[in-house]
């Protein structure tokens, strides 16, 4: 990184690219990219990496997919790993990982605005404190950067305390308590066995449709069969196996209120992004009546909520397990390869590249395996072109473009 003699103070001209994200993706892309002898500056607005899985997971997560399938490239999981990671060694595993490749972001660094400059052909990305200036953005901030709060009906009246996922740390924290879970995918399922196993009473709202699988199919991850199965059968044939062993394992989940999409599962998320639930024991206590499933919320109350039924409750606090969004629309300012929801409008497997030097990892709706793919084809794509940018005169700061930028 060398000095840029531009009319604002504090500027830095980087020679690789600049990744905005130190999470799973950012820390995967740097290090494919060193692998490539290509150097890299991650900004991350938070004091540490992989802060979404420091700051903002629940006590009890634990992976929901075995750990082959949860691994950066270039460095596995440890073998003294259980199949199910809890959340705490995967942080150590990226921790470790960060080590292993030198991987040192620059920390509290919020990028506030980043724009290509079509005259230089540079990006431009301009945080509290620098503005840095690289041939090469990559966009590693991913579909869950932001909690999404939704607009309830008179959520701002209830006296007890509301609270999202985001900082919900374990079911302790409300014993002994009724407690409005308001979303019944993976979060809302967790979340609530956590609260059953704390002596809380919670009730789940159910405000769409939900696929609801088993974790495991005869003793195999059901992510493991279901990868296995799309090499060989089409999408729609797989979600018909997936959907009839889960109708046979946990039953008629519609009769639960609970019901089903009409589009399978895996076609689904490829579709939407939308996760189907991994059943880890939350569907037995919504059997057994001690995680009530309630309609959606028409309005919060004061002490409680009224339901689009009719029907009232009072309740001790509410916990928003509604999920997360991408960021990108707040800082990434005249590019349209994003939608307004900050997703890739390239669809996969081709979504990780954009134009002018623009690359996204960790949006393929694909978990952690997607994220692995996209660093990999990325650091490909860029170590060719870093290479003939260096033979530009021996030395990337060299070329003539950059002389420009640099004067």
Not at 270 to 283: E, H, I, R, S, Y
Not at 332 to 338: A, I, N, Q, S, T
Request: hydrophobic share 35%; aromatic share 8%; with cysteine.
């Amino acid at each position: 990184m060398g000095s840029c003699k531009d009319p604002k103070p504090n500027c830095e001209f980087v020679e690789g690219p600049i990744i905005v994200g130190a999470g799973p993706s950012g820390l995967a892309v740097a290090a494919c990219l060193s692998n490539h002898g290509v150097p890299s500056l991650i900004l991350e607005k938070s004091n540490c990496i992989a802060s979404l899985w420091q700051h903002k997971t629940y006590d009890r997560l634990k992976l929901h997919l075995p750990k082959q399938f949860c691994q950066l490239p270039l460095m596995g999981s440890p073998e003294d790993f259980p199949k199910y990671p809890t959340k705490q060694q995967f942080i150590n595993y990226m921790e470790s990982y960060a080590s292993h490749f030198s991987i040192k972001p620059s920390f509290n660094q919020a990028v506030q605005n980043a724009a290509f400059d079509s005259a230089s052909g540079h990006w431009r990305v301009q945080t509290q404190d620098f503005e840095y200036i690289s041939r090469w953005l990559i966009v590693a901030t991913g579909e869950n950067a932001e909690p999404v709060i939704p607009d309830i009906h008179g959520i701002d009246k209830f006296k007890g305390l509301i609270r999202h996922t985001s900082l919900y740390k374990t079911g302790k924290d409300f014993r002994n308590q009724r407690v409005l879970v308001i979303g019944c995918g993976n979060s809302g399922m967790e979340v609530s066995l956590d609260l059953c196993r704390n002596n809380a009473t919670p009730h789940m709202v159910v405000r769409n449709t939900v696929h609801v699988l088993p974790r495991e199919m005869f003793g195999f991850s059901t992510f493991q069969i279901a990868m296995t199965l799309l090499k060989w059968i089409p999408v729609k044939l797989v979600d018909r196996i997936l959907l009839l062993v889960a109708s046979l394992t946990l039953g008629n989940t519609d009769q639960l209120g609970l019901r089903r999409p009409k589009t399978g599962p895996i076609e689904l998320k490829a579709a939407t992004g939308k996760t189907p639930v991994l059943d880890v024991g939350a569907l037995s206590l919504i059997k057994s009546g001690k995680i009530k499933v309630v309609e959606n919320v028409k309005e919060i109350t004061i002490n409680g909520a009224k339901f689009m039924n009719g029907q009232e409750k009072e309740f001790d606090s509410i916990i928003l397990a509604t999920g997360y969004k991408s960021n990108v629309p707040t800082w990434l300012k005249g590019c349209d390869f994003f939608t307004k929801e900050g997703m890739p409008r390239a669809p996969c497997p081709s979504c990780w590249k954009g134009s002018d030097g623009l690359y996204t990892v960790g949006f393929s709706r694909k978990g952690l395996s997607g994220t692995a793919y996209d660093a990999v084809e990325i650091a490909k794509d860029i170590a060719d072109r870093w290479k003939t940018s260096k033979d530009c005169k021996g030395s990337v700061a060299s070329c003539d473009s950059h002389v420009i930028l640099l004067k």
